[in-house]
């Protein structure tokens, strides 16, 4: 009997740890580990001497040039110094593996580990070390072009709210708030003057889950799967978004801001329009993501995502963010239009 087809699979770590070891000549035994699955597999790569981590792209994920146009970013930051997660090559040059899965071809990238650790919570001194850290990479990005996506309005919000009807009914009171709330977005986001806002590469899903602390003054990025081009504060207002609703106390979060932007500006100044545009680059950008989770169900790590789970997003994140912002719906005024 054949094997039934699959979507998606887990492939096994004691044959990727035979088949890494053999791909980049590494002398003693290797031990592979999985640390998460998702849209992308990761996994801890481990030999006597060194920590790498693999990450395998889930089937027709990204393609070879998308992938090769994210390591010429990465590379660009290390070359200049920045403490990112970078792409390993093979002894041959190569950085991109092909692995026939069950499902079909899959891309799977070697990378440095980042050293030190994850942090929920931490102090103003550390938030000014992200800024100042981010402020770094867009000095180096901006008016760098990718051959990948360019995160426009229509991209980050016309083109995955159809995912949402996937879970949740048109009638429905979160949906009719997202399709206002959609609106309001595209229409302050076609207003800006383009002339007073950076462009360039961006990585898009900038929070502490994509970046390690080692002591009181290394910040490590990683995971730039997502990276394209769009508007620099698109990275700032992702990052904001997150720090809200992970601070509760809004004096904290007061303080952690504006030592945050104190650190980015350390390195490169935000224009005024810059600043207006922060809590509508944000919700946009947490749009597209929730668009990505529905799009993406079969491969996403999220077991809960349903028709409540999406409600209470709505709810409890985004309506949140956006009455704190006075991001208005009922009559579709905002403070860019």
Wanted: hydrophobic share 35%; glycine share 4%.
């Amino acid at each position: 009997m054949l094997p039934f087809p699959v979507s998606n699979s887990t492939l096994s770590t004691k044959h990727l740890a035979d088949f890494l070891q053999k791909e980049y000549k590494f002398r003693s035994k290797t031990d592979c580990k999985l640390l998460k699955t998702g849209i992308s597999h990761t996994y801890l790569v481990t030999t006597e001497s060194d920590k790498f981590v693999f990450r395998i792209y889930s089937l027709n994920w990204r393609t070879k040039t998308e992938i090769l146009e994210e390591i010429r970013l990465i590379n660009l930051l290390k070359d200049n110094h920045i403490s990112v997660s970078y792409p390993i090559a093979d002894p041959d040059g190569h950085y991109i593996k092909e692995l026939n899965a069950p499902e079909g071809i899959r891309f799977g990238v070697l990378f440095s580990y980042a050293r030190g650790a994850k942090a929920l919570n931490y102090a103003a001194e550390i938030q000014f070390k992200v800024g100042e850290t981010i402020g770094k990479i867009h000095s180096l990005t901006q008016n760098f072009n990718l051959d990948r996506v360019t995160y426009t309005p229509e991209i980050l919000l016309e083109n995955y709210f159809d995912y949402l009807k996937l879970f949740l009914n048109t009638e429905q009171e979160e949906m009719i708030y997202m399709a206002d709330l959609k609106e309001v977005l595209k229409e302050s986001l076609s207003n800006i003057d383009k002339q007073k806002v950076r462009f360039g590469a961006v990585h898009t899903d900038i929070w502490f889950d994509n970046m390690h602390l080692f002591g009181n003054d290394e910040i490590t990025i990683f995971d730039f799967d997502f990276c394209g081009n769009g508007m620099l504060c698109q990275d700032l207002g992702y990052y904001i978004m997150q720090l809200y609703n992970l601070e509760k106390d809004e004096t904290q979060f007061n303080l952690k801001l504006e030592s945050f932007l104190k650190g980015y500006e350390s390195i490169t100044r935000l224009s005024e329009e810059e600043k207006l545009i922060i809590p509508y680059i944000s919700t946009s950008t947490y749009f597209f993501f929730l668009g990505i989770q529905c799009q993406r169900y079969d491969n996403w790590s999220n077991v809960f995502l349903n028709e409540i789970y999406l409600s209470r997003f709505i709810n409890l994140i985004i309506k949140k963010w956006c009455d704190y912002n006075k991001i208005y719906i009922r009559d579709k005024v905002s403070k860019l239009s």
